[in-house]
């Protein structure tokens, strides 16, 4: 039910950002605040047998339903950027992109040794950007808890490269 | 009571984006989920006199107060990004910055004719991202209900420059 929801609600764009791809944009859905509230709901239900002490969300469309997420639960929202945006001193973690390198950031001072930390995005495609997150927070001593994404292109596979990092991965459509 | 809460969290990075500046980092309130909470009421708080139909919050601290809000006054969010980072179809304005130009968008099909739009983001400083996001919301048939801010450089007088837009101009702590 929620799921049809959520499906109805996404534009398909085609050649965004580049040729070939059929982007999913979820912008329609923000429109509607009852949904908002349905999909924050249950992204937090699913992880709610995690004892989490932080949820790490990816700049910029994680920041969306992450902020909501990091309400519900009580806990504190950590951002993870690009290269070069956030302001005070941080570790990075480079990896390989189809085309080139993409650098992740998370404040140094981030998340405590030994804390829970669950990653969000809006969206896991070939899990690049999941998985730097996932090294972030182990490189500042975290546990990464689990994943969670709204929208999931399951032909992608990129759940299979997170479970080395979290076998609790989920998301609330699948393509 | 609560500004001065907000100002123990927030951090003063010296040089950034660029020699000269001290960015105030928000940040650290992210890690403080009680007074993430306590903001949001407030900020919605301030604008509690206005009918609003939709907040248009901008790329991407804008984003992390601009989801709680919308959710707390029940309506829409409007996503404004920079060029090129909105997958539909846009309108876009650009603005003078002390070096070089910069370009913002919305999607066209954000709002409707006759809403009442408040515009949100993090911080003003000059004013010319707020100016950007009420053109855009005027390109559309919107009317500009008001601005609202966490934090306001006063110095830079930012605010003189959104009077011609609404008069209803809020910040939680100012500089």
């Known amino acids: 039910m929620l799921e049809q929801k959520i499906k109805e609600s996404i534009r398909e764009?085609?050649?965004?950002?580049?040729t070939g791809i059929f982007f999913k944009d979820i912008t329609p859905?923000?429109?509607?605040?009852?949904?908002?509230?349905?999909?924050?709901?249950?992204?937090?239900?699913?992880?709610?047998?995690?004892?989490?002490?932080a949820i790490a969300c990816m700049?910029?469309?994680?920041f969306w339903f992450g902020m909501l997420m990091a309400q519900r639960l009580n806990i504190p929202?950590?951002?993870?950027?690009?290269l070069g945006k956030l302001p005070y001193d941080t570790l990075s973690y480079t990896y390989e992109?189809?085309?080139g390198k993409a650098t992740m950031e998370i404040h140094s001072?981030?998340?405590?040794?030994g804390w829970n930390v669950l990653v969000h995005d809006d969206l896991l495609a070939t899990g690049g950007t999941a998985c730097a997150a996932a090294e972030l927070i182990k490189m500042q001593g975290g546990v990464v808890a689990g994943f969670s994404f709204v929208v999931e292109l399951s032909f992608l596979s990129g759940s299979?490269?997170?479970?080395?990092?979290?076998?609790?991965?989920?998301?609330?459509?699948s393509y």
């Open 109 to 113: 001072d981030a998340l405590k040794k």
């Open 59 to 62: 700049e910029s469309r994680g």
């Open 97 to 99: 992109l189809e085309y």
């Open 29 to 53: 859905i923000l429109k509607n605040p009852v949904l908002v509230n349905e999909i924050a709901d249950e992204l937090v239900k699913q992880m709610s047998a995690l004892k989490l002490d």
């Open 160 to 173: 299979e490269r997170l479970e080395k990092y979290s076998s609790n991965i989920q998301s609330l459509v």
């Open 13 to 18: 764009i085609k050649d965004f950002p580049k």
């Open 77 to 82: 929202f950590i951002p993870i950027r690009k």
